[in-house]
């Protein structure tokens, strides 16, 4: 519940300083959030980046007063935040459909984009299945890629699968799926804030280290790439996702911050992971592990 005020408080500090050189760094600050946490609710209840927030209310902005005023083009494009006209330009045209040069003549239609509300509306009627796991401190062996935090829940942006692909087409998997015995060579997909970046996080494929897993070879595995990651004690919500590609793991985070969060009360709480079985039932895509505990989320994440 304590997410929806501290968004909208992020929104009500976007509004004050419109015009001023804010990042979504400054606005995840000002509410106490790490910017990878901010970046990440933010994404699923608005449907936007914060910085899609900012880019679509300055030209909404800079329409109305282009049309209204006799302010130049020039002194727009500065104002509202553009190094130069032809950038402000190529933005403004973007978002209007119109030039900055054609906003000016009464009549041309604009578009406008109001600032956002945040609203709990709770549906009944929708389940949402779910289990909670203790879990202690786990390890992975997996290859990991680092990405800006603008990709997080971006429905455009294939970044992800691109690295599954990859991994498959170049046999970089196998090696360690082999590690684990027949049976028990599920696939994790782990997802957490990069350590020496507040822009960006981190994102592993790999395996789990357990005594089922054959760590002979983990040095010469840790010298060509691999990397070992850990995760701490924690309890996990857990869905199932079903469907046939990575837009019903999108759907799931977007019902965990609206609904599941809301309703219960819990808060995210470490590094997430996506759990492929070796052998699933009809339907299901994957697991997906959310570590949660219950209390403020000030700081989280």
Not at 139 to 157: H, Q, S, W
Not at 192 to 205: L, N
């Amino acid at each position: 519940m304590e997410s929806i005020p501290r968004l909208q408080q992020a929104i009500n500090y976007m509004e004050n300083h419109l015009l001023e050189d804010i990042s979504y760094e400054d606005i995840a600050k000002n509410v106490y959030m790490s910017s990878y946490h901010f970046h990440r609710i933010f994404r699923f209840l608005a449907g936007m980046s914060a910085t899609e927030y900012l880019r679509n209310r300055r030209l909404s902005l800079a329409g109305q007063e282009l049309q209204s005023t006799d302010i130049l083009v020039i002194d727009a494009a500065y104002k509202y935040g553009y190094d130069t006209p032809e950038s402000f330009s190529k933005a403004f045209s973007r978002f209007h459909g119109v030039t900055p040069k054609q906003a000016k003549c009464k009549g041309t239609e604009l578009r406008l984009f109001n600032p956002l509300i945040l609203k709990i509306i709770v549906e009944g009627g929708n389940l949402m299945n779910y289990k909670i796991e203790n879990r202690k401190s786990q390890k992975f062996i997996a290859l990991v890629r680092t990405y800006p935090n603008e990709v997080i829940g971006d429905e455009n942006d294939h970044s992800i699968p691109d690295f599954w692909t990859e991994c498959y087409e170049k046999d970089l998997i196998e090696c360690i799926r082999l590690l684990r015995p027949e049976g028990k060579r599920g696939l994790y997909g782990l997802c957490g804030p990069a350590e020496t970046s507040e822009t960006h996080f981190c994102y592993g494929i790999g395996i789990i280290m357990d005594e089922d897993t054959d760590v002979s070879s983990l040095d010469k595995l840790l010298k060509s790439g691999y990397a070992v990651l850990e995760t701490k004690p924690t309890d996990y919500v857990v869905f199932q996702c079903f469907g046939s590609n990575p837009g019903c793991i999108t759907e799931t985070w977007k019902q965990f911050f609206k609904e599941f969060i809301p309703q219960t009360g819990y808060i995210r709480n470490g590094i997430d992971y996506e759990y492929y079985p070796e052998k699933r039932e009809d339907g299901l895509f994957c697991e997906l592990w959310i570590p949660v505990k219950k209390g403020d989320d000030k700081n989280n994440g």
